[in-house]
């Protein structure tokens, strides 16, 4: 069985502010099986997260309102440990603001850079929830 199958019916949120990258996203993922949420900003991610159960986050990370780090962070600081555990993955235009250390303490399990290779970005995003159960 392909790892696609088992997450059949499994729910990731996107937090990106740009429609289009949205968008493209969420037809690449829904094309693979995933339940997609959306928003556009770190707060309703958060607002989100208090309600419904995901696989993975992406986190773009120059969002209105609070930003993928900060929004990282604060996912990572969650009493619920399971939630608190959900793969992140940072999506970013401005890879060159941050370093991969500064990815890693903020919480991220991985990070894509725009423009995203979604080939890339089914096959890390798989690995990294698989790798999850596991642990």
């Known amino acids: 069985m392909s790892l696609t199958n088992k997450n059949s019916n499994k729910k990731i949120l996107i937090a990106e502010d740009s429609t289009?990258?949205?968008?493209?996203t969420k037809r690449v993922l829904?094309?693979?099986n995933y339940s997609i949420d959306m928003v556009r900003d770190g707060e309703a991610?958060?607002?989100?997260?208090e309600k419904h159960q995901y696989v993975a986050i992406l986190l773009d990370i120059a969002m209105p309102k609070m930003d993928g780090m900060e929004?990282?962070?604060?996912?990572?600081?969650l009493q619920d440990v399971e939630k608190a555990n959900i793969p992140l993955f940072a999506l970013t235009g401005n890879a060159?603001?941050?370093?991969?250390?500064?990815?890693?303490?903020?919480?991220f399990d991985d990070v894509m850079h725009?423009?995203?290779?979604?080939d890339e970005?089914?096959?890390?995003?798989?690995?990294?929830?698989?790798?999850?159960k596991q642990a």
């Open 114 to 118: 725009k423009p995203i290779n979604f």
């Open 71 to 77: 929004c990282a962070r604060k996912i990572r600081a």
């Open 20 to 24: 289009v990258i949205q968008n493209i």
């Open 121 to 132: 970005l089914v096959l890390r995003l798989e690995k990294v929830i698989e790798a999850k």
């Open 96 to 107: 060159k603001n941050y370093t991969a250390e500064e990815f890693s303490a903020a919480g």
């Open 30 to 32: 829904q094309f693979q």
């Open 45 to 49: 991610v958060l607002e989100r997260l």
